[in-house]
């Protein structure tokens, strides 16, 4: 059953942010999650990816060639 489930940290390389945004957007509700103890947050595998999808690139646009 833990298979289904990611830390944040393991969250965080799956959607390509920080796992201090993963647990941000746990807080928030923007992302679906549980908190297991303390800090700790397991995230389902498919919400990972879900949130991983929508994500619009970060970074400064590619500059244009003249």
Not at 22 to 39: A, H
């Amino acid at each position: 059953m833990l298979e289904n489930y990611l830390n944040t940290s393991e969250a965080a390389n799956v959607i390509g942010c920080t796992d201090a945004h993963v647990r941000r957007m746990l807080i928030e509700g923007t992302m679906k999650g549980k908190k297991v103890s303390g800090r700790s947050w397991m995230v389902p595998r498919k919400e990972a990816e879900r949130v991983a999808a929508r994500q619009a690139p970060t970074g400064r646009p590619r500059k244009r060639a003249s």
